[in-house]
């Protein structure tokens, strides 16, 4: 099954709706879908990369578990299990023929055509599950990822999790997250960092942070309006066992000008430096030591090139066929 292109975007030929596969063309909802309307979507920004065993998709059980625990969250009673849809996000990745691909599982509330229900209330709506794939390059440019990126702290407050959970990776979420993007890029950065409701450091638009100072590891807690990022908790398992000393506590805004290096973690972003804030310049203005020092082994352990910390098994083969039949089996985090 050969991809095919959009836009010169290389992507999966197949989509995977409720249990079959469809063809790209054929994934479509109706105007009128409750997601649309009113934000009611969870999802998963998943990688697979190239490694001498084939294509490996990276913490695929983590990924698919958080994704049924945010529709848990929002009550959204999905009928498949997590290992079913592992099995399907390998098989979208496999029959795509791709090298490397980002994948997109998302459940949302869509439209019951029976009896249309238009309102807040999203029970009478059916629950749809889909998962696509595709190509898709270093989210804040390949260049990035050794000079670094020019970000803003955005005017834009995170939401308070007593609002809307931070827990839950939710689609209605990103609205808060395009808000800070759009000042950003409008403001001449590649991406802004929001404060949360006490004016504490909580993460940039679609990325965790980190700050490094005097060889010590800084990052806000997961109840500072956080996503639980699954890069992250890698970054940070890690550092532990290179013996990198962790501080999960809270950040002041002007911390983030003072430290020695500062990086973004997150699936799209993978590990990015931040070379300034509001114009002023991190550290050395480049890349730091440590920075550089997990960017070499995350990079190491995603290609294959060396074990996970604790020989976590991080990577799912899919052209393997036991790795197959046991996706989703291990422990979320």
């Not at 055509?113 to 238009?118: N, S, T």
């Not at 000393?245 to 972003?269: C, M, P, S, V």
């Amino acid at each position: 099954m050969s991809t095919k292109d959009v836009n010169t975007m290389k992507i999966a030929p197949k989509i995977w709706r409720n249990g079959e596969f469809i063809n790209w063309d054929e994934a479509r909802v109706h105007v009128m879908t409750h997601a649309i309307h009113y934000g009611s979507s969870v999802f998963e920004g998943i990688r697979a990369y190239h490694t001498e065993r084939g294509t490996a998709v990276f913490r695929l059980t983590e990924h698919i578990q958080r994704l049924l625990n945010s529709a848990k969250v929002y009550r959204m009673d999905t009928t498949y299990t997590r290992e079913e849809i592992c099995l399907a996000a390998v098989e979208i990745v496999r029959g795509g023929g791709m090298d490397e691909c980002y994948l997109r599982p998302i459940i949302f509330r869509g439209l019951n055509e029976e009896k249309p229900a238009f309102g807040v209330n999203p029970f009478p709506n059916p629950i749809e599950c889909y998962i696509a794939a595709w190509d898709w390059g270093k989210y804040l440019g390949e260049e990035a990822l050794e000079t670094g990126v020019d970000v803003c702290v955005s005017s834009w407050t995170r939401t308070p999790s007593n609002s809307l959970p931070a827990v839950a990776k939710a689609g209605a979420n990103y609205m808060n997250s395009q808000l800070i993007k759009m000042e950003a890029i409008l403001g001449g950065f590649s991406e802004g960092i929001a404060l949360d409701d006490r004016g504490m450091v909580s993460e940039g638009s679609g990325e965790n942070l980190f700050v490094v100072n005097n060889g010590k590891l800084i990052t806000p807690p997961l109840g500072a309006s956080i996503l639980p990022g699954i890069t992250r908790d890698s970054v940070i398992q890690i550092a532990k066992e290179l013996g990198i000393e962790i501080q999960e506590t809270t950040i002041q805004r002007a911390a983030l000008y003072l430290a020695d290096e500062l990086f973004f973690t997150g699936t799209a972003a993978e590990i990015t430096p931040i070379r300034s804030v509001d114009r002023i310049t991190v550290g050395a203005g480049k890349r730091g030591e440590i920075t550089k020092q997990l960017q070499d082994i995350y990079f190491d352990v995603i290609h294959g090139k060396r074990p996970a910390p604790n020989d976590a098994p991080w990577l799912t083969y899919v052209n393997d066929t036991e790795e197959k039949k046991t996706a989703g089996s291990s422990s979320g985090s």
